[in-house]
Structure formats: C-alpha cells, structure tokens
C-alpha cells in the first residue's frame, strides 16, 4: 500500500508563487506515474499535471500551461509541483496521486492518493 502526503501549500497573493511536494511513507516515489489534481469549492476535482515514472514526460492542463512546472526528483523520492504566477482561480485543495499505468489525467486511473494540502491565492 502507497500512502502519499502533500506538503507546501499555503496562502499567497495574486502573482506569486508556492511549491508543493509529494512524498510516499516509507518508500521513495519513483518508478511510478504521478499526477497533481485540484479542486475548488462547488467544483470537481479537475486534472493540473502529470510525470511519466521516468520524468521525461510531462504533462499539464490548459489553464496551468506555462506557469506550473511538475518535476520528479529522483534523489528525494519526492515529486514537485512549482506554481509561479498564481492567480485566484487557482484556489483550491492540491492532491497529489499515483498509479502504476501510463499517465492519465482521468482521476478515477490512479490508485494512490494524497490528502490534499490548501493553496489560497488572494486577490
């Protein structure tokens, strides 16, 4: 059983910026697909980026593209989610989840997930 844990959230303002992490209890989170999800108050729960198991592929929604960097540091066993240029809209609870599969943006693919950790963005 993989228990994963997200850590870094926060509240920030309109513009900057927050890091969150992604850790595995008792082992290190390599070698399988990882993704970062979101969801906001009233909304669902919606895909923001995804790495292979290797790290050389990633993987980002629209509305993060440009602004959101998700990395895999092999060393820690840690995957990392850079949000720069935050915006209100981004408000939301941060969960992070892992499957052994192919990276998919469809929630309901991965069998690992995190407890969330809330990322506020003030205007």
């Known amino acids: 059983q993989v228990q994963l844990g997200e850590s870094g959230g926060g509240l920030v303002q309109a513009g900057g910026s927050l890091r969150l992490s992604c850790a595995a209890s008792?082992?290190?989170?390599?070698?399988?697909?990882t993704g970062w999800f979101r969801q906001a108050p009233g909304k669902e729960r919606e895909f923001v980026a995804g790495i292979s198991w290797s790290g050389d592929r990633t993987y980002y929604a629209d509305s993060v593209k440009g602004r959101f960097t998700i990395t895999r540091d092999s060393a820690k066993g840690t995957v990392d989610l850079q949000m720069n240029s935050l915006k209100p809209e981004d408000t939301a609870v941060y969960y992070c989840a892992a499957r052994r599969g192919a990276n998919s943006d469809y929630e309901h693919a991965y069998d690992y997930w995190g407890q969330g950790t809330q990322v506020t963005v003030s205007s």
């Open positions: 008792g082992r290190a989170l390599n070698h399988v697909t």
